[in-house]
């Protein structure tokens, strides 16, 4: 089984940054894709940055330029740096990770929540 863990949610001003990071753990080997979703208040969860094993990236056009998603393939991680913050990235954010293979192939973490208020 694949476990995922996020941290570094909090509250932070406009503008400014986060990093959240993701552990994953267990049956990690055949994960080739972890990223990142967000649920915002009243909202469907919203796919947000992905990042293959390989280096291939992709991001929503709403956070193009201010979030950058980065992989630790020994140690299977993930983060994703936020910069220049706005009230509308208020979400809980949740670690996702994407498995080959017959069993289940679909993971997420518990989510942690950002909230981007004055």
């Not at 991001?59 to 979030?67: I, L, N, Q």
């Not at 998603?69 to 208020?90: C, G, R, W, Y």
Request: net charge positive.
């Amino acid at each position: 089984q694949v476990q995922l863990v996020e941290s570094g949610g909090g509250l932070v001003q406009p503008g400014g940054s986060l990093r959240l990071s993701c552990a994953g753990s267990g049956a990690m080997l055949r994960v080739y894709a972890m990223g990142w979703y967000r649920q915002g208040p009243g909202k469907q969860r919203e796919f947000i940055a992905l990042m293959t094993r390989t280096g291939v990236t992709n991001y929503a056009d709403s956070v193009k330029g201010r979030f950058t998603i980065s992989m630790n393939n020994a140690e299977n991680t993930v983060a994703l740096q936020m910069n220049t913050l706005k009230p509308e990235d208020t979400a809980v954010y949740y670690c996702h990770a994407r498995r080959s293979g017959l069993s289940q192939n679909e993971f997420w973490g518990q989510g942690t929540q950002v909230t981007v208020s004055t």
